[in-house]
């Protein structure tokens, strides 16, 4: 049930961000969720997209692409939701790397995508309490 996660590396200067988003607008790529941490030097831009194949494609040689396996859960868009999901990921003992969240304009309604150390036991701990995990296929229909 885990989704791909595209991270790419972008020089941290003017216009480079805006380089690699018109790349991806221009393919026709619509992009579900991002994330963006800096360095000094460099930019890590994290996407979740309806298409990660061509995603890296139209990225080419001169970027840097990294494929991520990371889960995304569903939750109601209200305070305190995401404690419920930490909640389950702590009790089974799995680490939390980093995450972030995005809504959606369906009735599904809020995500939290989390690249945890234990995936598939991430995955077991959250259905079996109830969560619902987006498989690849569900981001075309957010």
């Keep these: 049930m885990s989704i791909k996660q595209i991270s790419a590396f972008v020089e941290n200067k003017p ?9 991806i ?9 991002m994330n963006i ?8 831009l994290r996407l979740i997209v309806e ?30 939701a995401l404690c419920g999901i930490l909640q389950v990921l702590a009790d089974a003992g799995i680490n939390i790397e980093y995450a972030y969240a995005f ?11 989390l690249r945890v150390d ?11 309490k109830g969560y619902v995990l987006l498989k690849q296929e569900d981001l075309a229909e957010l």
């Design 37 to 44: 941490a800096d360095t000094k030097e460099f930019g890590v």
């Design 25 to 33: 607008a221009d393919a026709g790529i619509n992009i579900r969720a």
């Design 15 to 23: 216009g480079k961000v805006f380089e690699l988003f018109k790349t």
């Design 103 to 113: 809504t959606s304009p369906t009735a599904r309604g809020a995500y939290t995508v």
């Design 51 to 80: 298409n990660t194949e061509k995603t890296k494609e139209v990225l080419g040689e001169d970027t840097i692409v990294i494929t991520t396996e990371v889960i995304a859960v569903e939750m109601e868009d209200k305070s305190g």
């Design 118 to 128: 234990k995936v598939q036991e991430a995955e077991t701990a959250l259905s079996q």
